[in-house]
């Protein structure tokens, strides 16, 4: 074997190696640390990736016509801006995600606890987009309101909320979550068809994320990311049964911030087919 091969041989077990799984989360993973990521206002990488979510979840959610009863957050993390504007269109949210920091993290946020992290320059934001400007308090009250609970959650599961039985909702929503929680494409096959489980045919799945990302940074911590490409996600998507309505790409416009290696972000709207 020559020495680029045995070169290419040592980094193939050195991603293996390093990916970080669920344990590796509730050991290491800090909410804080993270939502630094969403400070807005601070031109940091998280305002970036939040300029494009933000428009495409006013666009889809209060104007575009996606609603229903129930709405399900697949891996939540410790955040809310992706629930701002569904709270608008959806009577029920149920957040959902694997470790116990982020589940207090949002149960701090809920609660309206003083520690909780400062939404408020986000929520403007999006009241802004949404054309209710000044209406910040009334659209954290209205998202406390709407998220009735938040559930452990696990995307390896056939049931990713198990041991709970949720019905088939409306609407699923994931931000950022299926690319870290995955080791590899067949994982992330495998995950897709397991949350798209919880979601009734007819409903919709608005899935973001981030493109071309292998890691990213909390903290100190360094956390493995799976390298999507478009042609891929269009693939499984249509695998699982989804027709997609809209997937927009936005390429990242900077390379100066090592935190994150993440070549694009991107948005997607799909609808469940019909059971024939």
């Known amino acids: 074997m020559g020495k680029p091969a045995q070169f290419m041989c040592r980094l193939r077990a050195s991603t293996m190696a390093e990916f970080t799984g669920g344990d590796n989360y509730q050991a290491e993973f800090d909410p804080k640390a993270y939502l630094g990521y969403f400070k807005f206002g601070e031109d940091t990488l998280g305002e970036e990736y939040l300029n494009f979510a933000l428009k ?6 209060p104007s575009g ?3 229903g ?5 697949i891996g939540s993390g410790p955040t809310v801006h992706q629930l701002l ?3 608008e269109s959806f009577k029920e949210i149920t957040a ?21 992290f400062d939404w408020t320059p986000v929520v403007k934001y999006v009241c802004e987009l949404e054309g209710n400007r ?14 009735k609970q938040v ?13 709970i039985v949720l019905p088939p909702a409306d609407g699923l929503v994931s931000s950022l979550c299926l690319e870290a929680a995955c080791k590899d494409l067949t994982t992330y096959r495998i995950a897709l068809k397991n949350i798209s489980s919880l979601l009734k045919p007819g409903g919709h799945l608005v899935l973001s994320g981030v493109l071309g990302c292998s890691f990213y940074m909390v903290g100190p911590k360094r956390f493995s990311c799976l390298v999507l490409r478009e042609e891929f996600l269009r693939e499984v998507l249509s695998e699982t049964g989804f027709i997609i309505q809209e997937f927009e790409v936005l390429v990242r416009d900077d390379n100066i911030d090592d935190s994150s290696d993440f070549s694009g972000k991107f948005f ?3 609808l469940k087919e019909e059971a024939i």
């Open 151 to 163: 559930l452990k959650c696990d995307v390896h599961k056939s049931n990713p909320l198990d041991p």
């Open 65 to 67: 016509g996606v609603k």
């Open 268 to 270: 997607i709207l799909a």
């Open 69 to 73: 009863d129930t709405l399900i957050d």
């Open 85 to 87: 504007s569904a709270c």
């Open 96 to 116: 959902s995600d694997y470790t116990d920091q982020n589940h207090q993290e949002l149960e701090k946020w809920l609660k309206n606890e003083p520690e909780a």
């Open 56 to 61: 495409h979840y006013c666009k889809t959610f």
């Open 134 to 147: 000044g209406m910040e308090a009334e659209k954290e009250a209205k998202l406390r309101k709407t998220i």
